[in-house]
């Protein structure tokens, strides 16, 4: 991915008052947006954690309610909202309109766990007043929200994954305020989703400043929201430059925040011997298919094919070269997207020991982009680790490995990823068998006989995955766990039922540990 | 809490290939210990590497028979064991024999935690193969650990917080091998427990290299074991300082690793007017109680008192001064410990706005430290964040409030805490009421009518809080739930029954989540 400040740089010298959306097929401006302040920021800031107490205090039903007030109220900008997203992103309108039913769909997903009730880990020891040497207390444990949430959307799904995208809808269903930096690649879309949330939080009752909006072009809005002792926790979607640099801010604060960035992944897929005996032209079709969708512009882009030399190599760089010979080029979200894929893909092809083996159509020069394919051989990926860097869109490399030793060094060469794919068949099994506990160690979900594009919004997914796939391999960005990321426990110990929060008294609703067993 | 150098600074200058064990109460050598060097925290992070695909690949019956097996090991060890930590500790045989309990029964606690396996967080979404317009593929989802985990013990816990402590109970329950600091404090008791575990480890057939053991009095070490590549997660109790230094080299890493650091709290108590007025003097007696215990050597002592003007307020403080008056001082860990605190309460002693009124007898300049109690006002306080600051040992300050608001200006000022506590009556709850939701964003565990110190090991129980309590506030270093600290999700997807790890396969035995709902 690549950072906000390339998306822009053509729009701002950062010290204006107004910023343009731009169109993302021709590079021209569509409209002049107001840039937030500093004061805006901390406006905002002091808003959401004056807003805190009494938006965590509100009960299941009237957050559950909210976050599905926040889709309706989506649904409700109807077209506009798509065609606003269309321009300023180039995104197909069909693939947009599945992107807002994720987004409403994620929204009511969260309602649903805000209701089921499951994310407040309620835990009830009894006490044990006879016990010798010493009685034990009554002690009750719940999860509470960590507080006001900074937002950076992501450039790539200007829905589901930005202003009321899946870190919102978590913060939010955690009890916890949103501050959203709207991402300035569609602050059309950004505007219109803003205001969407807001009339949500106020027809449903929610307290004056659980959602706060700052947009601009500018990084310096970023660095005072994340600096911002009022700030509890980040979640960003984003290149990995500039997760890092949130990350340093967030550690270097008095108060060190935890950052959750989902920054870069490459998405190994390897192709077993018998599935590529078997199959290997339908594999080359099936793998153009998912490297250009959306021109290739998703996290999980299969961005390296490792396989083994041997019946079906040759069918299966065959097909993938005639797929993706005839390609039209497709837009890609911004001119500094744009621009990084052709550098990132010339450097690729000037590499000597890379070969650049298919290319689609020409782009445009302003928006779209033709689809690359190269190769090279395992000891050459070894031996640079320059080659197993992100290039972010339809670009992918295969691995021509001598044998599945070699697979699995490659394998162990990796950085932490968001997904691995096997494609094997029966005959693979047993060797695939070894492949799936070093994959563990290496990414946040592992696919077989699939690709890895298209990420399920459920309660067993996981995207995420060790460093540097994401800055906190200990959780997920989408799907119902990833409310945990903005949670933390509190004990309460010998407390009057008046004093004790109403899920931990006796008797309340809900699902519960009691001395250790479900109950 | 004191740094491993401040404790074992006389011991050495970092070169010799051997340190002494000192005996607390003379300050004099016991015995002389050999010091790893480099080349070990090496061998010990790659054997650690090297075995955690088989230590985690072990069942849960076989993880908590390794895990009882090492309680079992402690006990055999007998009263050799208690007689070296008293020599090395100064704490009395009694306390020991309690918290040698303690140790076994932690290991038995997840021993249990284990073989209920809520810990792997199983969750199964079910494949919608007709669903339109796309179709939902099988998802199943669990917890793995994060790999091998660097212990640094606590030397205030010579057994429960030390080389087979909770942080150590805790990895091996989540199934990461663990290379131990030893506590150079201690390292007679610490070679006797490693020995321990390495009993347990070989009559359970565990893999070699599941537990690893360093030691020495030099800062390099622990340096070295932070940064290994093979490390993957760091617990560690101690000063401030020294917590903070290993989150800087994790950080620092080429991919950094999370830090679970327990490191400073003055766990503020706070006596509620109707309380104060009805039982001043025995709250007086109670409090320093407390405070003295162990020599105030309790990460959960309460340093703070905050009190209203009132009813009641002198007969609080003079029963503790009354209490304290004649208290006999009590032997403190090291040298470097009741060195600092004794800079520490002579800091506070010359402080203008504090006023001493209260000190144990005269300690006896080798060990043994006298306790004190000093008074201040709320204004004061707030004036100077130095007043806020740990001093570890039977040192206390009490702040004299005007009312509730003052309180609560007081509160608010504070850093983050393990505890805190209200000492309330039947009149006083609705005005404690207002100090819960305030006391939640401060404090991992919130007690009424009693005392902070005493942590019981159980399901319910959150030994952790906000920053600097804690270097990550979303966890707890003491009970069940420690184990979480361990562990990262990965996701399945449609992956064939033979490829699937055992506990996310059809009709796998344990607690699961089937597309949201537990089963």
């Given at each position: 991915?690549?950072?906000?400040?390339?998306?822009?740089?053509?729009?701002?010298?950062?010290?204006?008052?107004?910023?343009?959306?731009?169109?993302?097929?021709?590079?021209?401006?569509?409209?002049?947006?107001?840039?937030?302040?500093?004061?805006?920021?901390?406006?905002?800031c002091a808003a959401a954690d004056a807003a805190f107490d009494a938006y965590r205090a509100t009960d299941a039903e009237a957050r559950a309610t909210f976050l599905e007030a926040i889709g309706e109220e989506i649904v409700a900008l109807g077209d506009a909202l798509l065609q606003t997203a269309?321009?300023?992103?180039?995104?197909?309108?069909?693939?947009?309109?599945?992107?807002?039913?994720?987004?409403?769909?994620?929204?009511?997903?969260?309602?649903?766990?805000?209701?089921?009730?499951?994310?407040?880990?309620?835990?009830?020891?009894?006490?044990?007043?006879?016990?010798?040497?010493?009685?034990?207390?009554?002690?009750?444990?719940r999860m509470i929200p960590l507080g006001p949430v900074a937002v950076f959307g992501a450039s790539n799904f200007p829905l589901a994954f930005s202003t009321a995208g899946g870190d919102t809808a978590a913060a939010f269903a955690a009890g916890c305020p949103v501050v959203v930096k709207g991402?300035?690649?569609?602050?059309?879309?950004?505007?219109?989703?803003?205001?969407?949330?807001?009339?949500?939080?106020?027809?449903?009752?929610?307290?004056?400043?659980?959602?706060?909006?700052?947009?601009?072009?500018?990084?310096?809005?970023?660095?005072?929201?994340?600096?911002?002792?009022?700030?509890?926790?980040?979640?960003?979607?984003?290149?990995?430059?500039?997760?890092?640099?949130?990350?340093?801010?967030?550690?270097?604060?008095?108060?060190?925040?935890?950052?959750?960035?989902?920054?870069?992944?490459?998405?190994?897929?390897?192709?077993?011997?018998?599935?590529?005996?078997?199959?290997?032209?339908?594999?080359?079709?099936?793998?153009?298919?998912?490297?250009?969708?959306?021109?290739?512009?998703?996290?999980?882009?299969?961005?390296?094919?490792?396989?083994?030399?041997?019946?079906?190599?040759?069918?299966?760089?065959?097909?993938?070269?005639?797929?993706?010979?005839?390609?039209?080029?497709?837009?890609?979200?911004?001119?500094?997207?744009?621009?990084?894929?052709?550098?990132?893909?010339?450097?690729?092809?000037?590499?000597?020991?890379?070969?650049?083996?298919?290319?689609?159509?020409?782009?445009?020069?302003?928006?779209?982009?033709?689809?690359?394919?190269?190769?090279?051989?395992?000891?050459?990926?070894?031996?640079?680790?320059?080659?197993?860097?992100?290039?972010?869109?339809?670009?992918?490399?295969?691995?021509?490995?001598?044998?599945?030793?070699?697979?699995?060094?490659?394998?162990?060469?990796?950085?932490?990823?968001?997904?691995?794919?096997?494609?094997?068949?029966?005959?693979?099994?047993?060797?695939?068998?070894?492949?799936?506990?070093?994959?563990?160690?290496?990414?946040?979900?592992?696919?077989?006989?699939?690709?890895?594009?298209?990420?399920?919004?459920?309660?067993?997914?996981?995207?995420?995955?060790?460093?540097?796939?994401?800055?906190?391999?200990?959780?997920?960005?989408?799907?119902?766990?990833?409310?945990?990321?903005?949670?933390?426990?509190?004990?309460?110990?010998?407390?009057?039922?008046?004093?004790?929060?109403?899920?931990?008294?006796?008797?309340?609703?809900?699902?519960?540990?009691?001395?250790?067993?479900?109950?």
């Amino acid at each position: 991915m690549i950072s906000q400040t390339e998306q822009v740089r053509a729009m701002t010298d950062g010290t204006n008052t107004q910023f343009d959306a731009i169109e993302a097929l021709t590079g021209k401006p569509i409209a002049a947006y107001s840039v937030s302040t500093l004061d805006d920021v901390a406006a905002a800031c002091a808003a959401a954690d004056a807003a805190f107490d009494a938006y965590r205090a509100t009960d299941a039903e009237a957050r559950a309610t909210f976050l599905e007030a926040i889709g309706e109220e989506i649904v409700a900008l109807g077209d506009a909202l798509l065609q606003t997203a269309h321009r300023e992103s180039g995104l197909p309108l069909a693939r947009l309109t599945g992107e807002r039913g994720r987004t409403v769909g994620q929204l009511k997903l969260f309602a649903d766990v805000v209701r089921a009730g499951l994310w407040r880990q309620v835990r009830l020891d009894s006490a044990l007043p006879d016990r010798a040497p010493l009685p034990r207390s009554d002690l009750r444990m719940r999860m509470i929200p960590l507080g006001p949430v900074a937002v950076f959307g992501a450039s790539n799904f200007p829905l589901a994954f930005s202003t009321a995208g899946g870190d919102t809808a978590a913060a939010f269903a955690a009890g916890c305020p949103v501050v959203v930096k709207g991402h300035p690649a569609h602050p059309g879309t950004d505007a219109m989703v803003a205001g969407a949330i807001r009339a949500a939080a106020a027809r449903t009752g929610m307290p004056d400043g659980v959602f706060g909006h700052v947009r601009g072009p500018s990084n310096d809005l970023g660095t005072a929201l994340v600096q911002d002792p009022r700030i509890a926790a980040v979640g960003f979607t984003g290149s990995r430059r500039g997760g890092l640099a949130l990350v340093q801010l967030a550690q270097g604060r008095p108060v060190p925040i935890p950052v959750y960035a989902e920054m870069s992944s490459i998405n190994p897929v390897v192709l077993m011997p018998a599935a590529l005996a078997a199959r290997g032209a339908a594999l080359g079709t099936a793998f153009v298919g998912s490297l250009t969708m959306g021109s290739g512009q998703f996290c999980t882009n299969p961005g390296l094919v490792l396989a083994i030399e041997g019946e079906g190599f040759d069918a299966f760089v065959d097909s993938a070269v005639a797929a993706m010979t005839g390609h039209d080029p497709q837009p890609m979200l911004t001119g500094g997207i744009r621009e990084a894929f052709a550098t990132g893909t010339a450097a690729l092809a000037a590499n000597p020991a890379v070969t650049q083996v298919a290319a689609g159509l020409e782009g445009d020069g302003i928006a779209r982009e033709m689809a690359r394919l190269f190769t090279t051989d395992a000891s050459a990926f070894l031996a640079d680790a320059a080659l197993g860097e992100e290039v972010f869109g339809a670009s992918s490399l295969v691995i021509r490995c001598r044998d599945l030793d070699e697979v699995k060094q490659v394998l162990r060469s990796l950085e932490g990823q968001l997904t691995a794919t096997i494609q094997l068949d029966a005959d693979d099994h047993a060797a695939a068998a070894e492949l799936v506990p070093l994959l563990e160690r290496k990414v946040g979900r592992i696919l077989v006989n699939g690709w890895p594009t298209g990420v399920e919004v459920s309660h067993a997914m996981v995207h995420g995955g060790p460093f540097p796939a994401t800055s906190d391999g200990r959780s997920t960005s989408v799907g119902s766990l990833a409310i945990d990321r903005f949670l933390r426990p509190v004990c309460y110990q010998d407390l009057p039922a008046s004093l004790l929060p109403a899920d931990v008294r006796d008797g309340a609703a809900g699902p519960k540990l009691v001395d250790g067993t479900p109950a």
